[in-house]
């Protein structure tokens, strides 16, 4: 059950960002380049804090610290869903986006490894809190 929980989780993880991605840098979705250039910033902090992580204090450290990440840029990425409707539906992100665009594909994969370490610490208290931090900050 714990692992049917992560998975979704992690599905609307990638939802969300190839939603982020679908903008650009220059263009019609230049506005959305700051937005995607944070996202990877905060995502990348996380990717390493979860491959420091040796134990759950940490662990659960590393999902809080993301999931306030992701709570500030909430409603940014909500006023660019009501600005570009037609990004919900994109499955690639358009060109203009370049690097950025290839550059949260890998953290996307690796976000995906560092989550089944969560795992591991899914017993531990602080984890399940923070767990719920995560699935809030994603909703």
Known sequence: MKALKWI?????????????????????YSDLKPLVKKYNQETEKFISAMENADNAKKVAAALT?????????KPKMEKIEEKYPELKGMSDPPPELGEDAKKMGELMTKMGTVMMKAMQYADDPEVKKAQEEFEKAFK
Not at 18 to 23: N, P
Not at 65 to 73: P, T
């Open 65 to 73: 610290e993301f999931s306030q990440a992701m709570k500030q840029l």
């Open 8 to 28: 979704s989780l992690l599905s609307l993880a990638v939802f969300m960002v190839g939603f982020i991605a679908c903008g650009g840098g220059g263009g019609k």
